[in-house]
């Protein structure tokens, strides 16, 4: 198969199929940035879960935020791929992360962070080792044994022995639980993987999980390689549900990987003076601003027929001007007992603001006389006070 270039589409999520170890197709989402991916990662889902399932899906989307580009897959046999569950196994799973790598690699880019949830999770320690592209990998609830993720069900494993499979019920949805499959879970070893994974490796897990307890990240932990964390992700459920815990493992994982991950679009360089501003993937008026090597993203309110995703360009306005006076504030206060500045700046007609300014500590009148003056003479006010000329130049 070719290479296949990466083109910006405007779009923020795209459904893809791609084969699995064995051959058959898998369905597949890659959740997209607003700008260029930095970097592309794989996510793997939970046991008999999907794509959809909020571990996945969430976590993915949210992920965007950071400029990652994340490939969440299904299973084979489950969700909308190809194949029967039953024949299925956790070994066959850790191959078809290995399987969407491959196909990443070759028809975007390398996936430099992998991540899985639940026995997604384990699989996704299982892997690691063989994908040569990664940089960290990160899992959430994930079991240290995996056998441990059809314990709930050690009531029917008899029948497994008797009939050689047995139907279970979950989420709803019948599945049908092999000998095959419980077979090779029970031939898995943990510690003949953790071993070798030489990646930088976070572990986020609920301390009140109960379906796979805390003390299997710790087993994880003390069996695998620094640079590694173990991080609690304080109050949610093993299946991720709770409103914003996803989201909050997301802005985990985000910044933590940030220090391993080596971006493959870059920008440029954008220094202090000067502002690059592009379309925002997905959005009508939506914008991602770059300055000083930071972006931000800016967009108009849902009234003026935007989506209400950002700062409106008159609240950066606002924005520069709460900033610009906090620091003049600060600058001015040095040897003065100041110990804190609140400013907060409210437009009250198309041309007209209040600048509400708080100032904390044992100032005396004419300390107070000093700040505000600073206040009002901030760079920012300078510039919209004078003459500004703005030379346009189209290329």
Known sequence: MHRRLYILVRMQSVNVKLPSSTGTAMAGTIDFPDSPPR???????????????PG????????????????????????????????????????????????LTENYAAPQLLMGHSLGGAASLAAGSRIRSLKAVATIGAPFDPAHSVLHYADKIGEVDEKGAVEVTLGGRSLVISRKFLEDLAETNPESYLGKLRKPLMLLHSPIDQTVGIDNAQNIFRRTRYPKSLVALDKADHLVTKQGAAARAADLIGAWSEQFIVPINNPGEVGPDTAVARPAVGTKFGVVVRNNDRELTADRTKKNGGKGNGFTPTGLLMSALASASTQAIKEAGKRMPLDDVHVQIT??????????????????????????????????????????????IAE
């Open 56 to 103: 996945a899906a969430r976590t993915s989307k949210q992920l965007t935020t950071y400029g990652i580009a994340t490939l969440r897959f299904d299973f084979p046999g489950l969700g909308q791929s190809e194949g029967e569950f039953a024949d299925q196994s956790f070994s066959q799973n850790v191959d078809d992360i290995v399987a969407a790598a491959e196909w």
């Open 347 to 392: 437009q009250t007609n198309e041309t007209t603001f209040e600048r509400h300014i708080t100032l904390e500590g044992e100032l005396d009148a004419a300390d107070k006389a000093t700040l505000l003056e600073a206040a009002a003479n901030n760079e920012v006010e300078a510039l919209l006070r004078g003459d500004i000329t703005i030379q346009d």
């Open 39 to 53: 970097a592309f990662a794989i996510f793997a889902h939970c046991f008999a879960g999907s794509r959809h399932t």
